[in-house]
Antibody, heavy 121, light 111 residues
């Protein structure tokens, strides 16, 4: 079964960038469709971006376009999410998740353990 | 795209049944049979409980069931147990550049 292990907590200053990693085991990264979802403290879930099997491309939610980059290193089966121009509202737990590799993005399973990113001056 | 609408909280006694609603629009919930539900215990990552409106992944109790009517999806938990106390989130495929949207979450309290 797929297991996702994320990097540790980060503290960043406003305007900086953060890069969160997600190590895959049980499968190879090429067999999976990766997405990122975040959750601000005490708030709900928010999809940030991921692989769309319909288009065969990684797409990003409008809110993050221009600030987010998702990459993959298939040699180490590690996915990355980099978010730039950080502001206090980006303080959240960031989750890597896997979705369907064909058809529509209709579920996310499993989820990584989450990485807390704190943006504070 | 606005978040899906869920009640902030629901409660029930052990053994009872509860239903959580998730209301969207014809562009998301009403337009696709791609609604999923997630359970999240405090400090933990969400867990997939229902996908494609009413399908349960392997290992999920059959006390969890899902349905949809028009722009509103529902999650029903029967035979409530203390361990069901958690936050529940719905999500829907949208077909737009924001592929998936979530509901605001519902806190389930088992009395």
């Amino acid at each position: 079964q797929v297991q996702l292990v994320q990097s540790g907590a980060e503290v960043k200053k406003p305007g900086a960038s953060v890069k969160v990693s997600c190590k895959v085991s049980g499968y190879t990264l090429t067999e999976l469709s990766m997405h990122w979802v975040r959750q601000a403290p005490g708030k709900g879930l928010e999809w940030m971006g991921g692989f769309d099997p319909q288009d065969g491309e990684t797409i990003y939610a409008q809110e993050f376009q221009g600030r987010i980059t998702m990459t993959e290193d298939t040699s180490t089966d590690t996915a990355y999410m980099e978010l730039s121009s950080l502001r206090s509202e980006d303080t959240a737990v960031y989750y890597c998740v896997t979705g369907p590799t064909v058809g529509y993005v209709n579920w996310f399973d499993p989820w990584g353990q989450g990485t807390l990113v704190t943006v504070s001056s | 795209q606005s978040a899906l609408t869920q009640p902030a909280s629901v409660s029930g006694s052990p053994g009872q049944s509860i239903t959580i609603s998730c209301t969207g629009t014809s562009s998301d919930v009403g337009g696709y049979d791609y609604v999923s539900w997630y359970q999240q215990h405090p400090g933990k990552a969400p867990k997939l409980m229902i996908y494609d409106v009413s399908n349960r992944p392997s290992g999920v109790s059959n006390r969890f069931s899902g349905s949809k009517s028009g722009n509103t999806a529902s999650l029903t938990l029967s035979g409530l147990q203390a361990e069901d106390e958690a936050d529940y989130y719905c999500s829907s495929y949208t077909g737009s550049s924001t592929l998936v949207i979530f509901g605001g979450g519902t806190k389930l309290t088992v009395l």
